[in-house]
C-alpha cells in the first residue's frame, strides 16, 4: 500500500539553525500539508499546498516557516532560524484530488524536531 | 473557530472490556469528521469516517456515529484487544468553505492489559 514517508526521523539542531524537513507524499496525490504536534499538545495544522502554491495557512506558519515541492516527488518544510519552541514532531500529509467531502488525508510518521 | 474536545486519557482497559471514547465538536456548516490512530512509533492512519449526520464509520470492529444533535463522534468497540493500545484522535473537516485543514482533539491514549 503507499505510503507518505519523511526524513530524517529524528532531529536535534541548535537554537537559530535553519532545518528541512522532508517528506515524499503519495505519488498520485496532488494536494500537500504540514501539522505539528508539541509534546502533550494538540495536532496542529500548518500548511496546505497545491498547484505550487500555499492553499491555507494557519497563524503559526510565521516568516521563519516555508514550503517547497523542488521536484516532482518531495515536499520541504524550511524552518529558517529555529526557535526552542519549535521542538514538536512534525507529521507530512497528502490527499488525492477528488470532491468534498470524500478525501482522506494519509499521514507520514513524523520527524521529531528537538532545537536545543 | 472549529475546534474538538476528547475524553481525557490516558485510558486503561483489560482485553475484551467496552471501549468508548468520547468526542464533540464546534464547527460551521457541515463538516467531515474522523477517527485516526497512531501506533507506538508510527504516523497517523486513518481509523474511521463520516461525511454527513447520522452516517457510522466502521473498520477493524471500531465504530462511530455522526451525531449532529449532540455535535458528537464518539469511538467505541465491543470488546478489545492489546493490539489496540494506541492513541486515538478525533478530529474534523470543515464545511465546503472551510478549506480542507483537519483539526484534531487531544488525543486520548488507550493501553489494554491482557
Known amino acids: 500500500e503507499p505510503e507518505v514517508t519523511q526524513t530524517p526521523s529524528h532531529q536535534v539542531t541548535q537554537m537559530g539553525q535553519e532545518v528541512i524537513l522532508r517528506c515524499v507524499p503519495i505519488s498520485n496525490h496532488l494536494y500537500f500539508y504540514w501539522y505539528r504536534q508539541i509534546l502533550g499538545q494538540k495536532v496542529e495544522f500548518l500548511v496546505s499546498f497545491y498547484n505550487n502554491e500555499i492553499s491555507e495557512k494557519s497563524e503559526i506558519f510565521d516568516d521563519q516557516f516555508s514550503v517547497e515541492r523542488p521536484d516532482g516527488s518531495n515536499f520541504t518544510l524550511k524552518i529558517r532560524s529555529t526557535k526552542l519552541e519549535d521542538s514538536a514532531m512534525y507529521f507530512c500529509a497528502s490527499r488525492a484530488t477528488g470532491g468534498w467531502p470524500q478525501e482522506t488525508q494519509y499521514f507520514g510518521p513524523g520527524t521529531r524536531l528537538l532545537v536545543l | 473557530g472549529d475546534s474538538v474536545t476528547q475524553m481525557e486519557g490516558p485510558v486503561t482497559l483489560s482485553e475484551e472490556a467496552f471501549l468508548t471514547i468520547n468526542c464533540t465538536y464546534t464547527a460551521t456548516g457541515y463538516p467531515s469528521l474522523f477517527w485516526y490512530v497512531q501506533y507506538p512509533g508510527e504516523g497517523l492512519q486513518l481509523l474511521l469516517k463520516?461525511?454527513?449526520?447520522?452516517d457510522k464509520g466502521s473498520n477493524k470492529g471500531f465504530e462511530a456515529t455522526y451525531r449532529k444533535e449532540t455535535t458528537s463522534f464518539h469511538l467505541e468497540k465491543g470488546s478489545v484487544q492489546v493490539s489496540d493500545s494506541a492513541v486515538y484522535f478525533c478530529?474534523?473537516?470543515?464545511?465546503?468553505?472551510?478549506?480542507?485543514?483537519?483539526?484534531f482533539g487531544e488525543g486520548t491514549q488507550l493501553t489494554v492489559n491482557p
Open positions: 478530529a474534523l473537516r470543515g464545511g465546503e468553505t472551510s478549506g480542507s485543514r483537519l483539526t
Open positions: 463520516a461525511t454527513k449526520a447520522d
